[in-house]
């Protein structure tokens, strides 16, 4: 007895040993993926954060006619191909009196932004009794030295800038004449060749108007197919290959369907390249096994009972299922929906497939506009041989995380709030 008892002794210490490590292991598994994804956020936010902020500096800009071969501030075209530059060249002359020889200018021109052209002519269009006059303002610097302003010492060393136009902008430094600002433009304006020009605005209009041709295809007809399958189809070996090739469809790479797309919806139909009406039909293949899935899972929660009482009272099928099985399915069927639409945000090798690549400037108005996407826009910015696109790429995956987790956030809240206890 006293053996047996010995026996079962140790098999009880080598379970509950075995039970010890094997929580361990998911513990130390846990750690690492909470690891992991610390590193993660951190490179991205290390990286990124810098580019929501840039530097102007501050100039005595004189607006001069014979410069700016302007006579009359109210006429439109002349305030459009006014040379801005030529007084932006002459005022930073004034700050650098010293400078003379022409690739001494040249550098030092090259202290500004091409933008700050911009700015002066809105601002000589908004005031145009500044013609002739002589103005304090502040006007947006060139990537290469607001990198040169946000590095620190070693950064500044490694700056491609000449020694001169470091000197030049130390010294603006020390007279308080430089100054870092929020970065609006970023969120407001479209793509550019200039970093500090660029912006996402543009992309997240394009991901606004294909997510939502995307919505407006995908729910309604992955509802409508999951309650077919689920309460109205026979079961027969054709609905099990229906059923298998939904699933199978699930698990399919991304780029399959942009292959698709590409040769049904461009080679077949002729839907013009990059705009968000292709994109979206696109995605909604993507996603549609993904909408069916869930929606059925969540006609399936609904107890039988609520279909034979409905039954019971003299309602048709179609009723049943309409008036009382889909309205008590609605929650778990959006938040399916807001998960697939989620994934469909992040996705971008099926929209390079079908030619959502298009250097893209303006803003899109609608969805029949060129336009590109968000995950686009990260791919084009994260190939730019440009250094100061490091931070805009990590700043663009910023705001496309905060999207997604909104979205599952999203999700997850509805779930909870609609969710029914039976």
């Not at 001494?104 to 601002?123: F, H, K, P, T």
């Not at 048709?316 to 399915?329: C, D, K, T």
């Not at 979205?407 to 709030?417: E, G, I, P, Q, S």
Request: net charge negative; hydrophobic share 50%.
């Amino acid at each position: 007895m006293s053996k047996t008892t010995e026996q079962v002794r140790k098999s009880l210490a080598r379970r509950y040993r075995a039970e010890r490590r094997f929580r361990a292991y998911g513990i130390i598994s846990i750690a690492i993926g909470l690891a992991a994804l610390a590193i993660l956020f951190t490179d991205i936010i290390g990286k990124g954060h810098s580019a929501f902020f840039e530097h102007y500096v501050k100039l005595d800009i004189t607006f001069n006619e014979q410069t700016l071969d302007i006579e009359n501030a109210g006429d439109p075209e002349q305030l459009n191909y006014g040379n801005y530059d030529g007084i932006v060249r002459e005022a930073l002359k004034a700050r650098f009196p010293g400078v003379t020889e022409r690739l001494q200018v040249r550098e030092l021109s090259a202290l500004m932004s091409i933008g700050a052209g911009y700015e002066l002519r809105d601002l000589l269009r908004e005031n145009p009794e500044w013609l002739g006059t002589t103005q304090t303002l502040w006007l947006l610097a060139d990537d290469d030295v607001d990198l040169f302003l946000k590095a620190g010492e070693k950064g500044r060393e490694d700056s491609r800038m000449s020694a001169e136009q470091k000197a030049w902008i130390t010294e603006l430094e020390a007279a308080g004449d430089t100054e870092r600002r929020f970065n609006a433009s970023f969120f407001s304006s479209g793509d550019s060749r200039e970093p500090e020009l660029a912006g996402i605005w543009s992309a997240v209009v394009g991901s606004f108007f294909t997510m939502l041709v995307t919505l407006c295809l995908s729910f309604p007809i992955g509802v409508a197919a999951a309650i077919y399958l689920e309460e109205f189809a026979p079961r027969n070996r054709f609905t099990d290959f229906i059923e298998v090739n939904i699933n199978n469809l699930a698990a399919v790479p991304s780029i399959i369907f942009g292959l698709l797309g590409l040769a049904i919806f461009i080679n077949l139909f002729g839907v013009p390249r990059s705009v968000p009406v292709l994109g979206g039909l696109v995605l909604t293949l993507m996603t549609l096994p993904t909408i069916i899935i869930t929606s059925r899972a969540s006609i399936k929660t609904v107890p039988p009972s609520i279909r034979e009482a409905a039954m019971g009272l003299g309602a048709s099928r179609m009723q049943v299922v309409l008036h009382h099985v889909l309205p008590l399915a609605l929650p778990g069927m959006l938040t399916g929906a807001i998960i697939g639409m989620a994934q469909a945000l992040g996705e971008t090798a099926p929209l390079l497939l079908i030619g959502m690549v298009a250097f893209i400037v303006d803003i899109p108005t609608g969805p029949l506009d060129a336009s590109t996407v968000l995950p686009v826009q990260i791919y084009l910015w994260a190939d730019s041989p440009e250094q100061s696109f490091v931070a805009m790429t990590s700043a663009a995956i910023m705001v496309l995380l905060a999207f997604l987790i909104a979205m599952n956030t999203l999700a997850v809240v509805l779930r909870k709030r609609l969710e029914r206890r039976w």
